[in-house]
């Protein structure tokens, strides 16, 4: 799974993690690879190995200056390609360099994170093809924050349509709260459980369709995709914002979790407020880290009194009440055996499915074709509410076109 994980271009930082030219370095772990992330004098990212190829220094502590950032061990200095372009303390320096590497991985910033292909040079794609890499940057907002459990069962929740009336819903009239409004989520949404009238295969993994019946007597549909490896369109963050979920492996154990939000127009000033200071789109992190100051170390701060009176969980934000649910699904990778699907879990199967069919083709020398798949990849998520009376089919063959249109989310709240 590692290997075609190294078929896709993958966020591996912030942008803001490398500020500026010749920077601090940056530690990451992606893929159980520990690698060292910089940008040179020109402004170029760059991801080379953690540890130097002379006697394996860690180049952490490398000094990130001139075009290169060099070993303080004995000064070896590399460039973003990996080049040697500096060996000062051996005569044959001048020569030996030219046969010297770091391993280092081709890397470009774009929409606030710095991406990076890791996989087999003869075999790098193009940049997936988003809508939103390369909208002005008042049109993104992204945080990512850690989470110590396998990828999988974090992205699983992305497409478990029923759990959300469950989960993430309030009681009472509590979804009258200001910052529920604005995260979109309320018991008006989930008046009954949604569930999935249609799930196809596309040419970079699946659309699904869901439904809901909503307590207004009108009928939501809504639709979501999941791209291979670990792309998620998740759910409508608002009236033309658009969210995208992407949990990059650090190891099997953990993940890093990239929340993203998206517009066609700049993002309001009020939606920004809610997701850098309100405490309930994006969770809180411990100052200096990402790791979320509510966490599993003290139960997610869940307060009893809250989940008797208020919300349904008692768990204040909105990620973290899936989080909650994730990083301990016996234990940090789940043991499917124990589990019992039902009916409300065929998107779960059917992605399972298709990672292990594009596992097992890569094992037999059959590359995946999604990473090609150019404009497949510029789809949204989009949602038609409906009077309750509306033949399903009229319903769906007004909300397909929507799913590439890029004015459809202005009108997605309209019936
Ligand atoms: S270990 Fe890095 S230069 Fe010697
Ligand atoms: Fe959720």
Known sequence: MGELFRRFWLPVALAEEIPG?????????VLSEDLILFRDTSGRPGLVDAYCPHRGAPMFFGRNEEAGLRCVYHGWKFDVSGACID????PEGETFKNKVTISAYPCVEKAGMIWAYMG?????????????????????????FRLECNYLQAMEGDYDASHASFLHSTLGDSNLNP???IGGIGNN??????????VQETPVGLT?????QRADGKTSYSAGHWMMPIFCTAGIAGPNIYSSNMRIPIDDNALMFYRFRWSYDP???????????????????????????????NDYNVDRVAQRNYSYTGIKTFPLQDIAMMEDQRGTVMDRTKEHLASSDELIIRVRRQLIRAARNLMEGKEPSAPHAGKAWAIH???????DTMPQADALAKLNPMITDPTSMKVNFIS
């Open 21 to 29: 030219p010749d920077c601090d370095p940056a530690r990451v772990r």
């Open 87 to 90: 060996l000062p303390n051996a």
């Open 120 to 144: 087999p040079k003869d075999k790098q794609p193009p940049l997936p093809g988003f809508e939103w890499l390369d909208l002005p940057a008042g049109n993104t907002y992204v945080k990512k």
């Open 179 to 181: 910052a529920i409004q």
């Open 189 to 198: 949404f989930f008046d009954k459980m949604a569930h999935y009238v249609s």
């Open 208 to 212: 699904y369709i869901s439904t809901n």
């Open 267 to 297: 993002i309001p000033e009020r939606e920004l407020q809610e997701y850098k200071w309100g405490g309930y789109v994006y969770p809180e992190l411990m100052p200096g880290t990402f790791v979320t100051t509510d966490n599993k170390a």
């Open 381 to 387: 998520t989009a949602r038609v509410i409906v009077p």
